[in-house]
């Protein structure tokens, strides 16, 4: 589209790229783009989650450790201490010992049960016990969670064999999978949040013991740790309310999560139908669905969530172009739904089309309004073609409007000097943004705009030597509603929809039919613009009927219907050799595909 460099010395070359006809037919402009910023996402995700998970293996290691230190010191007093026996045992015998020396006959009473058999710990050191206990096994179990987190993330990382096109998509349906079962909020909250409620819970049971062996220590080491813990319970519930607040913590996430979930939570248990519920959670159910386990995404999917990602993750202008210019690669309605359902996608899209020449001027030099131009270009040719691939009802802009009224009309029609070397993806999408934006006004363009409308077309028409099927569709549609065009009718925004999606063999017949009716009586608003489109649209019926895979599709009868249309354009004197040399080829086709077609179906017969 448009190639530009600095003014600097060994500047490296900028290039505007062209929209592609197939997703990824770039060169591998847009994977390499794509890879880098993937690549970058992930390793910032592992490395920052493996820092954690050391942090929490050294942290919980010496926190073991104190807390086997103080279970060490209050295990003991849950069982009876052996020197209480003893002691009575040898109460016993020395009253034995003065009973014999002193010679009396008194009777000793005898008490056959030791103390440790009515021995039973006091509450205090039981609970004490517990959470000393409890608070250990909490540590213990982070420890094992951190280290098969980081087994976690070395699969997450790890290569799969095959060629870089599997390696892609691979790794995004790890990211994917990531997501979806939450990797990033196990690792980074849930095992911080069973660290720290262990550590919480050890300070409990420390004040306890401590009350146990004197109040006014216990007292003394209880308030500052009141203090801090009513901080932290403080900074969490600062985070519901300013989400922005610098106090993030397992906690202040799980805060807001709740904060968050909980209403939509209620009102869908309110809601629920508890015995369709149980027989969807029936246990047949469940073993079936483990046993067929879940469909993995499709490639198409693939691509339109690797475009969200470039889209609205990365700050380069190359990555942004690139991936703009592969929306023209999605050419499935389904596809196209699944990349405009994003709310992030649409707020960034229309954000860099409303803004992406004042922000390429900033980046690349005020001296680059080509580059600039260029690439406002390509984002509004993009927004034709999400426009045209997807099925709204009523109105067909949905959220385009205001982005498409703040662009000038001429600025998005291609300059001439860069119109030969355009792609005709790209002049189709023009085409079809400038329509969208007459209509968008709601009045017919101005007389001058109109023609430069025109002439953008026939420039670009005379220099093509060969067609495209959906530019030929759109030329003969608007050629036939040029007068509804003018005026602000926009009643074909239909067929314009299904010319620019499709551009059938079949529809283009009765297209092409009707638009020679037209050129063969002019307006005189496009007569000096019937030529050229004319021209081009006979050079389609020329490799229409030449083209071995339309032989099925273009039968004997749409032949000869299109022959009756092509014979109006020799009404037109500047084009009637012209017109001779395809009706010569479309007779001789017609007849060759009538005899075929008898031929077929006497053998039928």
């Known amino acids: 589209m448009n190639v530009a460099t600095q003014n600097l010395p060994n500047a490296p070359v900028f290039e505007v790229p062209d929209p592609v006809e197939e997703f990824g037919q770039d060169g591998g402009k847009f994977y390499r783009c794509y890879d880098a910023l993937a690549d970058e996402i992930d390793e910032d995700m592992v490395k920052g989650l493996k820092e954690q998970l050391d942090g929490m293996l050294i942290f919980a ?3 073991a450790g104190v807390n086997s230190a103080f279970l060490a010191l209050t295990l003991p007093l849950l069982s ?6 003893i002691s009575a045992l040898l109460a016993h015998n020395n009253a034995i ?4 020396a002193t010679g009396r006959n008194d009777s000793i009473p005898a008490n056959s049960r030791l103390p440790s058999a009515e021995f039973s710990p006091s509450r205090d050191i039981f609970a004490v016990n517990a959470l000393f206990s409890l608070s250990l096994s909490f540590a213990i179990i982070s420890s094992f969670l951190a280290v098969l987190g980081r ?3 070395v699969y997450y990382r790890k290569r799969s064999g095959g060629g870089p096109d599997r390696q892609r998509w691979e790794q995004l349906k790890r990211f994917l999978g990531a997501e979806r079962w939450q990797l990033e909020p196990i690792l980074d909250d849930v095992l911080p949040s069973l660290l720290q409620l262990g550590l919480i819970i050890f300070c409990a049971s420390l004040i306890l013991y401590l009350r146990h062996l004197s109040p006014a220590i216990s007292l003394i080491v209880g308030v500052p740790m009141y203090v801090a813990l009513a901080f932290f319970v403080g900074s969490g519930l600062c985070t519901v309310w300013d989400r922005f607040c610098p106090f993030q913590s397992p906690l202040s996430h799980i805060l807001l999560w709740s904060a968050r979930t909980l209403p939509s939570a209620m009102k869908i248990i309110k809601e629920l139908e508890w015995k369709r519920l149980g027989q969807r959670l029936s246990i047949e159910r469940w073993v079936h669905v483990l046993i067929r386990g879940r469909e993995a995404e499709s490639t198409e999917s693939l691509q339109a969530i690797a475009l969200q990602r470039a889209i609205c993750i990365s700050d380069d202008p190359a990555t942004l172009l690139h991936a703009t210019a592969n929306i023209f690669g999605i050419t499935k309605v ?16 229309l954000d860099l089309l409303q803004n992406s020449y004042s922000r390429m001027l900033q980046l690349r030099g005020h001296n680059q309004v080509n580059v600039a131009a260029s690439s406002q270009r390509l984002f509004s040719a993009a927004a034709a073609h999400i426009i045209m691939y ?4 009523g109105d067909i802009y949905e959220n385009f409007e205001e982005s498409i009224r703040l662009l000038r009309e001429e600025s998005i029609l291609i300059p001439h000097s860069q119109l030969l070397d355009s792609s005709a993806a790209l002049v189709r999408a023009t085409v079809s943004f400038t329509i969208l934006q007459f209509r968008c006004y709601g009045l017919g363009p101005s007389l001058h705009t109109f023609d430069c409308f025109f002439n953008h077309l026939t420039t670009f028409v005379a220099g093509r ?3 495209d099927s959906k530019l030929a569709c759109i030329i003969s549609l608007i050629v036939i509603f040029h007068d509804d065009l003018y005026l602000g009718d926009f009643n074909f925004i239909s067929p314009l929809r299904d010319a620019y999606r499709r551009g059938r063999t079949d529809g283009l017949v009765d297209y092409f039919v009707g638009a020679f009716a037209v050129i063969s009586a002019p307006s005189r608003r496009i007569s000096r613009y019937c030529n050229p489109l004319a021209i081009y649209m006979l050079s389609y019926v020329d490799q229409m009927i030449s083209d071995e895979s339309t032989q099925e599709e273009l039968t004997a009868e749409r032949r000869f219907f299109l022959l009756e249309g092509c014979e109006l354009i020799l009404r037109v004197p500047q084009l009637q050799r012209v017109a001779h040399q395809v009706i010569q080829k479309l007779r001789f086709s017609a007849s060759k595909t009538w005899q075929r077609e008898c031929a077929d179906a006497a053998a039928q017969a």
Not at 80 to 85: C, G
Not at 97 to 100: E, S
Not at 390 to 393: F, G, I, K
């Open 61 to 63: 290691g010496l926190f």
């Open 80 to 85: 009876a201490d052996p020197s209480d026996d």
């Open 97 to 100: 010992l003065i009973q014999m």
């Open 151 to 153: 087994q976690w993330l």
């Open 334 to 349: 389904s596809q196209m739904e699944q990349l405009w359902s994003d709310q992030g996608f649409q707020e960034r899209f």
């Open 390 to 393: 997807r099925d709204t009802e």
């Open 465 to 467: 030597e060969r067609c």
